[in-house]
């Protein structure tokens, strides 16, 4: 059982400023997965200054193994001086870990990582470490699969100050919360927006304070094969068939044609759904052995709007789909259950576009948008034009 770790995060922008003053940086090499969360100092563009600059340098160094005390230092001596307040400060939480779930967290005045554990969340066991007159709080990780780390800058806790809490939104009620919303098939950009969309109703859509959730959630490694469009030449359709079917995982086809062809060579028949869950999307069909059947451009345009609204960091919108329509289907096996997708893309122009605004370039565009923006969300993406 191979696992994979993934990452995601949502930001609240300070009412009023067009830049976020928290700011998450990650970056993969090798085995490990590197995680940075800082706050700068106030709000607006000091702040972003300060926050991009501290979460930039840390990402750097740790994925590089240097060690957290020459870090910190650096992040000292580095950052500049507030003039007003005659201190050079960025608050930041840093999650280290590899695939199979071992590494370490270090935290500076964020507010306490959660840890979401067996379907509940808890706190970890924290180590203090004095630093050029600091205090970092270390912790060691050893994920299971499931697990999720939730690391957040403090505008979490202060949700709803002078509103509809007086006093913030205390940790352990955080908790409650999540016990109660959050699940282990959440993915890390869910369990995120999760936290950071129950913050903004506290704040009543007008927060006093940046807020950030970012996640680090470790699971198992799950393949999508996507085959859309029949290949150029009609002689390579059962090589390009047999090729897509060979691989492990979920398997999707998109486009009448494709369809035919898939079912044409396993032996199976074709049948189309008479339900339209959506007006603007065709129904979905059914294989037997595959797992999802749909028409292709216009699904494919529609899946590209959801791509968009799922990789903003500042989008609120769930990021689970409930929906039975073809396209938002399709958007939770690739966006929310695969972590390796691979498109089988048929350059084949398509006779029943003829006279129509739909042509071999837009297909291959709205597909290499879509893996753009896959790549983005985090997945390993390989594209294959026949």
């Known amino acids: 059982m191979e696992l994979c770790l993934e990452t995601g995060y949502t930001s609240l922008n300070h009412v009023g400023e067009e830049l976020c003053g928290d700011h998450v940086e990650s970056c993969v090499d090798g085995d490990y997965t590197t995680l940075v969360l800082a706050d700068g100092l106030g709000s607006g563009v000091k702040a972003s200054i300060l926050s991009t600059l501290t979460s930039k340098i840390l990402c750097t160094m740790v994925s590089n193994d240097i060690d957290i ?32 779930g071992e590494g370490y967290l270090f935290e500076f005045d964020n507010p306490e990582a959660i840890y979401y554990h067996h379907g509940e969340a808890m706190d970890f066991d924290r180590e203090a470490i004095e630093v050029c007159g600091r ?23 202060h949700a709803g100050i002078g509103m509809i809490l007086n006093f913030g939104w205390p940790r352990e009620k955080i908790k409650e919360y999540l016990n109660n919303h959050l699940t282990a098939d959440h993915s890390a950009r869910a369990a995120a927006c999760v936290l950071a969309s129950a913050c903004n109703e506290i704040y009543e859509g007008m927060p006093s304070d940046d807020t950030t959730v970012a996640a680090v959630r470790i699971r198992r490694r799950l393949d999508v094969n996507v085959m859309v469009g029949p290949p150029v030449n009609k002689e390579q359709d059962e090589a390009h068939v047999a090729r ?26 074709l049948k189309t759904s008479l339900e339209f869950p959506d007006r603007e999307i065709p129904p979905i069909g059914y294989i037997k052995g595959i797992d999802l059947v749909t028409e292709g451009v216009i699904t494919l345009r529609r899946l590209l709007e959801l791509s968009r609204k799922y990789i903003s960091i500042s989008d609120l919108t769930p990021k689970t789909y409930t929906q039975r329509d073809g396209a938002s289907l399709l958007a939770d096996i690739l966006f929310e259950q695969s972590t390796h997708v691979h498109f089988f893309v048929g350059q084949s122009v398509n006779e029943a576009h003829q006279g129509l605004d739909i042509d071999i370039t837009m297909k291959l565009k709205l597909v290499e948008s879509i893996a753009a923006n896959l790549r983005i969300m985090g997945k390993e993406v390989t594209l294959l034009y026949v």
């Open 244 to 269: 897509y079917l060979e691989g492990p995982g979920k398997k999707v086809v998109c486009g009448g044609t494709s369809s035919q062809i898939l079912a044409r060579h396993m032996g199976e028949r």
């Open 135 to 157: 205090t970092v709080f270390k912790s060691k990780l050893n994920l299971e699969e499931g697990d999720i780390v939730l690391v957040m800058s403090d505008g979490t806790v």
């Open 69 to 100: 005390v020459e870090c910190v230092s650096t992040i000292i001596e580095t950052l500049p001086v507030c003039k007003v307040r005659g201190v050079a400060y960025s608050t930041f939480s840093v999650v280290h870990v590899n695939r199979q």
